[in-house]
């Protein structure tokens, strides 16, 4: 999984969308919780458990 790259365009709102093949690995559906951290100069995504 490493290795997949895609290129994605920020929103004049500064929304993304995550791919599809990205969302599917990491089995995230409509409504799901993601947490955004900076880690130098990485946007890292990761996906979130709320209980």
């Given at each position: 999984?490493?290795?997949m790259?895609?290129?994605?365009?920020?929103?004049?709102a500064?929304?993304?969308?995550?791919?599809?093949?990205?969302?599917?690995?990491?089995?995230?559906?409509?409504?799901?919780?993601?947490?955004?951290?900076?880690?130098?100069?990485?946007?890292?995504?990761?996906?979130?458990?709320?209980?």
């Amino acid at each position: 999984m490493s290795d997949m790259e895609q290129l994605v365009k920020i929103t004049s709102a500064g929304t993304i969308s995550i791919p599809k093949d990205f969302r599917r690995y990491l089995e995230l559906q409509k409504g799901d919780y993601i947490k955004i951290s900076v880690e130098g100069d990485r946007l890292v995504v990761k996906k979130a458990t709320i209980s």
